[in-house]
């Protein structure tokens, strides 16, 4: 199981620290690093800054919202920092829901959310070989644009710079079971938002039939610490968030996830205090169980012993989230 740095995006400015934990991880042997976007920071812009400060560590972004770029235009990102970086680039995509792809992008969401994904891929695959001009005759992504307030003057085209990589790593979120199953058949990796290593058999179906080589890489919070309460609370208030705010009361793919984990009503509490503007409450309403299954949190001798438990599943790469060099390190010289 290799070792990733999740970085995360920004919050009300640029994270203190950010590029030094980077460089701390590739000096470790960490063999990746990745960069987030919400609606505020973007994914590739610092992602390329660490580029340019490294020389070793897979590049990664989990995720790179789909809304927010056609698939050319995020094509064009991908190939240019796997350039820039001698072919390190991973591209990790999402859809995220309703009300970040209409509040922020505004952008209706797809119908058919499987169907705008397929295309997605579709498209920046093509791109990446280069065999010839993109085109598409899709629902949501047709290439060239020929909806009937077009000038029916679209041209297809091929990128004018050749990609370094034809194969570079196509990852992405994905939460509902058919969802997962599609990213096993199009996508060279899948990014889950929750991941509990002893509740594998969530994801026993959509995983029936994993091509070799694919890439499983959940994200999960690490921290060394004495007082594991007192270390989950980051964990808590990232999960009241998620299933509390990140969507509407009655489309919540984050809620149904958790359902779908054992935590039904829990879920349905959490967005219930949320939404109503009491979100401190929503966040102690988090079950400390929930939060201590999907990360990594404690002294060095109980993170050992629930590192163990990851290895033993089919998680290829365990992408951590880590507030200090300290726990980078204690984890590098556990999973060695």
Known sequence: MRLGLALGYWGRGPTPGHLDLAVEAERLGYDSVWTAEAWGSDAFTPLTWIAARTSRIRLGTAIAQMAARTPTATAMHALTLDHLSGGRMMLGLGLSGPQVVEGWYGRPFPASPLTATREYVDVIRQVLRREAPVTLDGRFHTHPYAGPDGTGL???????????????????????????????????????????????????????????????????????????????????????????????????????????????????????????????????????????????????????????????????????????????RVLAELNT
């Open 154 to 328: 679209g041209k297809p085209l091929k990128p004018i710079t050749h990609p370094l990589r034809a194969g570079l790593p196509v990852l992405l979120g994905a939460e509902g079971p058919k969802n997962i199953a599609q990213t096993t058949r199009i996508a060279d990796g899948w990014l889950p938002l929750y991941w509990s290593p002893t509740r594998t058999d969530v994801y026993r179906a959509s995983l029936s039939d994993l091509p070799s080589g694919f890439m499983i890489a959940p994200m999960a919070r690490a921290q060394l610490c004495d007082d594991v309460a007192q270390g989950l609370l980051p964990v808590k208030a990232m999960l009241g968030f998620y299933i509390g705010g990140m969507g509407a009361a009655a489309r919540n793919f984050h809620a149904d996830l958790m359902a779908r984990m054992g935590y039904g009503a829990e879920a349905r509490r959490i967005q219930e205090l949320f939404l109503a503007g009491r979100r401190e409450e929503a966040v102690l309403a988090v079950p400390d169980a929930f939060a201590d299954e999907i990360s990594l949190v404690g002294p060095r001798e109980r993170i050992a012993e629930r590192l163990d438990l990851w290895r033993k599943g089919p998680v290829t790469d365990l992408l951590v989230t880590a507030p200090d060099p300290a726990t980078l």
